[in-house]
């Protein structure tokens, strides 16, 4: 990845494709993460109990911290709970249509917020993007540059510790940013300035993110013995989503997905849950074009246009 997207070069010059962490000092500082922290030293996650105090929504060192154990690998029974891609065959396709939108990936600069395992990275190292990939967590974009040195294209791939409310990066560095279940956890007020300042010219920022309003969500969010509870997010509001878009030119444009198809999740880890999903899916479909009821949507996928 080019170095010259950050807005100072790093002391020591980090092999391609690797993990840089948070430094003393300088950046450490402006990213509001511990100084010291080196990817050889796990000691202070090993010791972490696996359930403690909820973090804060706006607390990246917490938010951090919860993530680093959660995306380790043995607990990969606990990320399958979490894991909704299965559900969200519309999402992705709509996801893939804006990416490609304006001329394809190919040489696109892509920074990735929260990587996750890297199956978004993947993809778009696949469309010919470079992507630079950022989370508070070690362990995410650790387990994301794996995944793509699996599939060889770790040369494709850059990886920062870094919260996107404080970018490293220098102005207009990026043509697409994007962001997949991120934003509930992050500042949203220092985080979309910070967006718009390291796109170029025409560039987009897209969120793919879940919103605050569909009851039937509500619920699962409440009961869930996992779910959504740990990390005490807040998330996207419709308003919030126009509010956003003031600060981009050419404004946003975005589809709502899943209103009542929600209801197929009590049906997960069953047969019926695909097919019944799908029902639901073409039900809804008109609803979800409406604009006074698709605020109620479960996810929304939305292009602000710089």
Known sequence: MARDVYRRAPRRR????????????????LLRLPAALPLSDQSHLASSPPHTAQPRADDPAAIAR??????????????????????????DAALAWILRDGGGLTGAR????????????????????RVTAIDVSIESVRAAREHLRAHDLGHRYDAVVADVAHLPFRNEAFDITLSRFVV??????????????????????????????????????RFSAHGCRETSPRYLTYGEILTMARQFARGVRHR?????????????????????????????????????????????????RK
Not at 116 to 129: E, K, M, P, V
Not at 260 to 285: C, K, N, Q
């Open 110 to 129: 892509v920074m990735e917020i929260g990587p996750g395992r890297g199956r978004d990275t993947l993809w778009l190292a696949h469309c010919g993007a």
């Open 66 to 91: 919860f993530y680093d154990r959660f995306w380790r690998p043995e607990n990969r029974a606990t990320i399958e709970e979490h894991d909704f891609h299965t559900f969200q065959h519309d999402v």
């Open 256 to 304: 709502g997905f899943y209103l009542i198809s929600p209801l197929a999740l009590a049906l997960r880890g069953t047969p019926l849950f695909r097919p019944v999903g799908h029902l639901l899916t073409m039900m809804e479909l008109p609803a979800t074009l409406w604009s006074p009821v698709r605020r109620f949507c479960w996810i929304i996928v939305a292009e602000f």
């Open 184 to 221: 509930a956890h992050v500042d949203r007020r220092a985080m979309t300035p910070e967006l718009h300042r390291v796109l170029c010219e025409n560039g987009r920022a897209v969120l793919v993110e879940p919103l605050a309003h569909n009851p039937l969500v509500a619920l699962y969010r």
């Open 14 to 29: 980090a092999q391609r494709g690797s993990v840089r962490p948070a430094r003393a000092g300088g950046d450490a500082a």
